[in-house]
């Protein structure tokens, strides 16, 4: 027994060994190191005039101008796609779980921008926005002035997230679908027996039955949303006048561009605590919401 234990135990770390080795170089030590940078002044250029600066790098932060346009450029974006891409999505799933014929079709037509590189898909809308791209034609065709979209400071953050929903929704759509043809469909022919309208059948069975899902889509969405650099990136630089500037390219552009490798780390702390806290909440608050479906359930079985 001894012998057996010893050689599971050794042919679980020959398994486990290298994934570890990798989290540590890849994972656990730049961690470390931008916690520490994150007190100093490290610039890249010049290592060796770096001093430790204590907290004053995070006074500085907040008092910058375009860290807090970023912060909340971020905010928004994450609030404008979190309720469109998840209502989207239970949407597309509850019209696609209706479907009886090509439901596969569907299926992988919705799933399909999903596969794609962010890159490509912000290169093909920004000649949909573009002044004689396709949505300005259709526009023109309506009667509508042509809009200039992410050229415009009040149009571009909404525009990107317009393209984000229509590219991300494809998979909360899946989960969602597989979420719908999980439940037990006596609990629908249950309420049919008791006259129960389309609505009621929705609000009391389908959307108790998804509760989990929905949390999950939740973070997935909002972890999603909070990380965008690539399509600002792509389609307008972070313009026009920093209004799709985001943390995340805020945090890329300080440490791989200007090197101020001290100051980047410093926002990619702040970010962290903030999205430790957001998590924190997000998770008392869903753990209070399944007791009482759990709780509720124990009582009606």
């Given at each position: 027994?001894?012998?057996?234990?010893k050689s599971?135990a050794i042919?679980?770390m020959?398994?486990?060994?290298p994934?570890?080795v990798?989290?540590?170089?890849?994972l656990?030590?730049?961690?470390i190191?931008?916690?520490?940078f994150s007190f100093?002044d490290y610039?890249?250029?010049?290592?060796?005039?770096?001093?430790?600066?204590?907290?004053e790098n995070?006074?500085?932060?907040?008092?910058?101008?375009l860290?807090l346009q970023?912060?909340?450029?971020?905010?928004?974006f994450?609030?404008?796609?979190?309720?469109c891409?998840?209502l989207g999505a239970?949407?597309?799933?509850?019209?696609?779980?209706?479907?009886?014929?090509?439901?596969k079709?569907?299926?992988v037509?919705?799933f399909?921008p999903v596969?794609?590189s962010?890159?490509v898909?912000s290169?093909?809308?920004m000649?949909i926005y573009?002044?004689?791209?396709?949505?300005?034609?259709?526009?023109?065709?309506?009667?509508?002035?042509?809009?200039?979209?992410?050229h415009s400071?009040s149009q571009?953050?909404p525009?990107?997230?317009?393209?984000?929903?229509?590219?991300g929704?494809?998979y909360q759509?899946?989960?969602f679908?597989?979420?719908?043809?999980?439940?037990n469909?006596?609990?629908y022919?249950?309420a049919?027996?008791?006259?129960?309208?389309a609505?009621?059948k929705?609000?009391d069975?389908t959307?108790p039955e998804?509760k989990?899902?929905?949390v999950?889509?939740?973070?997935?969405?909002?972890?999603g949303a909070?990380?965008?650099?690539v399509?600002?990136?792509v389609?307008?630089g972070g313009?026009?006048?920093?209004?799709?500037y985001t943390?995340v390219y805020?945090?890329y552009?300080?440490?791989t561009?200007?090197w101020?490798?001290?100051?980047a780390?410093?926002m990619?702390?702040v970010?962290?605590?903030?999205v430790?806290?957001?998590?924190?909440?997000q998770?008392?608050?869903?753990?209070?919401?399944e007791d009482k479906?759990?709780?509720k359930?124990a009582?009606?079985?």
């Amino acid at each position: 027994m001894m012998k057996k234990k010893k050689s599971n135990a050794i042919m679980g770390m020959a398994f486990f060994g290298p994934a570890l080795v990798l989290l540590t170089i890849f994972l656990f030590i730049p961690m470390i190191l931008t916690l520490v940078f994150s007190f100093t002044d490290y610039f890249a250029l010049s290592p060796n005039l770096t001093h430790f600066v204590g907290f004053e790098n995070y006074g500085k932060l907040f008092k910058d101008e375009l860290f807090l346009q970023s912060f909340f450029n971020t905010v928004k974006f994450v609030l404008i796609i979190l309720p469109c891409q998840g209502l989207g999505a239970l949407g597309l799933a509850l019209l696609i779980n209706k479907v009886t014929h090509c439901k596969k079709y569907f299926k992988v037509a919705f799933f399909v921008p999903v596969v794609m590189s962010l890159a490509v898909v912000s290169t093909l809308w920004m000649q949909i926005y573009s002044p004689e791209g396709i949505l300005n034609t259709i526009l023109s065709n309506l009667g509508v002035n042509a809009q200039p979209f992410i050229h415009s400071a009040s149009q571009a953050l909404p525009s990107i997230a317009l393209m984000s929903v229509w590219q991300g929704v494809g998979y909360q759509m899946i989960i969602f679908l597989g979420g719908l043809q999980a439940i037990n469909p006596a609990l629908y022919e249950a309420a049919e027996m008791d006259h129960a309208s389309a609505w009621q059948k929705f609000k009391d069975i389908t959307l108790p039955e998804l509760k989990p899902l929905c949390v999950f889509v939740f973070i997935t969405v909002t972890i999603g949303a909070f990380r965008m650099i690539v399509q600002p990136m792509v389609m307008t630089g972070g313009g026009p006048s920093h209004s799709t500037y985001t943390m995340v390219y805020n945090i890329y552009e300080t440490g791989t561009v200007n090197w101020e490798i001290g100051i980047a780390s410093t926002m990619a702390i702040v970010f962290a605590i903030f999205v430790m806290i957001l998590t924190v909440i997000q998770s008392i608050l869903t753990r209070d919401k399944e007791d009482k479906h759990v709780n509720k359930k124990a009582k009606n079985g």
